[in-house]
Structures are given as C-alpha cells and as structure tokens.
C-alpha cells in the first residue's frame, strides 16, 4: 500500500511539473514529497499515540525538506508540494485528494483554542506561492488561491481567490443577494460619477479595507450633497439666490482622467466577460 502510494505521487508529479524528466530524478529530487512521504509514517504514528516520536520524526523531515507537517494533519491521495520550502500545514487541517501547494504557503491558525483551529482544503484546490489561509475555513473543490493571498473566510467551489484580504475574482456565480442592487449602491455609484470616479469594488460584499473605505466617503459625500441641496432650498424660499451657478468638478491632470477611463473600461470588460462564463454554464 505504501510503495503504491509513491508511485502514484510521483506519476501526480508530471501532470503539474513539466520539469520532472524522469522517475529517479523525482524520486530523489523533489523535497515536497519526501516530506509528504514521511508525513504518512509521522501521521500514522499520531494516531498510535506515539505522540512525542511522531513530533519529532516530523522535525527531522523540517530539517531535510524545509517543509513543517504536523503529524496531526490529514492528507489525501496525489498531494503535491512543489519546491516545498516554508510550507506549513497545521495540526487540525485537511487536505483532500490532487491538491497543491506552492513554496511558502502556510495553513494556520488564529486561535490558540483546542479543536478545529486549520483550514480544510476541497479536492483539487491549488494554492499558490505565498498564500496564507488561516482559521477553520473551508476551501471548496477546484478552488485557487493566488500567490501572497491571505484568506479568512470560506471560500466556494471552483472560483479564483487573490489579494489581502482574499476576495473572489473569477468564476463564482453572484448569488441573489450580492447582485440585487440597493439604493444605497445606486446613490454611491450616482455620486462617484459626479465626482468623475469609477465606483469599483465598493459594494457591500467586498472585504477590500481600502474598497470599504471608499464607500464609506462617497456615503458621506452623498450625505453632504442633500444637506446643502437643503440649505439652498431653505435660503432661496427666504428671498436669497444661492447654488444657482453651481461650478462643475473637474480634475485637472488629464493623465489621472484617462487612466482612470481606461481602468474602467478594462474592468468592464472582464466583468462582462464573466458575466459571459457565468451565462453557458
């Protein structure tokens, strides 16, 4: 059973790796493995309850392959970890069958409570260089996570996750309740073109700090806009003449004004080509 599995992880080898020539050159040079092969001795020990021997054959293969795998994670079948350098897999996380995970990636945790504390990964999913994926979360099949991601919240099947925090960029299918549009997205969306802005990734879904941040301002900006359309109301029916020339906002810096245009129009092509993917599915 063992020998069986090592074969079968390293015939896993050339469908991901195109520079893997041959079977001793993989059986011999590709740290990922090794430790992934001597995770299942560590992890069997584990669950004979030879604890403190199981920790620290884990150690050895740390020392060997620059990989940390706690002898308590559980691992599927054709698991790939290519180069293998600061991989670290926590004591409570599941992995499901042909995944993979890229140098640098770490599934941990974010509290020091016992029990579920690690991520759980779907079949399939592939993260890349970099990526941190952190508390109980659950990463669904086919899933990829981009390189220097920091995921902390689930992430659904077959869709493409990147930036800190980690938010959906291709594949998922909007539900009812991100596409059904408020009046507060349209008075936000209404007010940033006044203000020659183009309103991405303000909605109230997007986990963006800075995108949050945003549509807080243009909340207040719309706010501010009605309390002194009031106030032009309230002099002009006592006899004044105010907010009849009222000069148009204009940015300056032609440069700023196209590039704004083109990073609009290239964000509605992808969405509209989304959109597209989404539709013949």
């Given at each position: ?27 011999t040079?590709?740290?990922g493995?090794?430790a ?12 004979w ?5 199981a ?16 002898p ?14 600061g ?18 990636v ?99 879904d ?40 009222v ?31 989404v539709?013949?599915?």
């Amino acid at each position: 059973m063992l020998f069986r599995g090592i074969r079968e992880d390293i015939a896993s080898v050339y469908q991901r790796d195109p520079a893997a020539r041959h079977f001793f050159e993989v059986l011999t040079n590709y740290p990922g493995l090794h430790a992934i092969w001597i995770h299942r001795i560590s992890h069997r020990l584990w669950r004979w309850r030879l604890r403190w021997l199981a920790r620290w054959i884990s150690t050895i293969s740390r020392w060997f392959t620059g990989v940390e795998i706690h002898p308590g994670a559980k691992i599927g079948r054709r698991f790939f970890i290519d180069h293998g350098m600061g991989v670290v897999i926590g004591e409570t996380a599941e992995i499901g069958d042909d995944c993979t995970l890229y140098h640098g990636v770490t599934l941990g945790g974010t509290s020091w409570k016992s029990g579920k504390r690690h991520p759980t990964l779907a079949n399939g999913v592939v993260v890349g260089a970099g990526a941190k994926i952190l508390g109980p979360l659950l990463i669904g099949e086919n899933a990829r996570i981009g390189s220097n991601s920091v995921v902390v919240r689930d992430v659904p099947e077959g869709v493409t996750v990147v930036g800190i925090p980690g938010r959906i960029v291709a594949g998922a299918k909007p539900s009812a309740e991100i596409t059904a549009r408020t009046e507060k997205d349209d008075a936000r969306e209404a007010i940033a073109k006044k203000y020659g802005f183009d309103a991405y990734a303000v909605s109230k879904d997007n986990p963006d700090p800075v995108a949050m941040s945003i549509g807080r301002m243009l909340d207040h900006m719309h706010m501010l806009d009605n309390r002194v359309v009031e106030m032009c109301k309230a002099i002009n029916s006592m006899g004044g003449n105010v907010c009849s020339d009222v000069p148009k906002i204009e940015l300056e810096h032609e440069d700023f004004v196209q590039a704004e245009q083109e990073a609009a129009k290239s964000r509605n092509d992808v969405n509209q080509e989304q959109t597209n993917k989404v539709g013949k599915r």
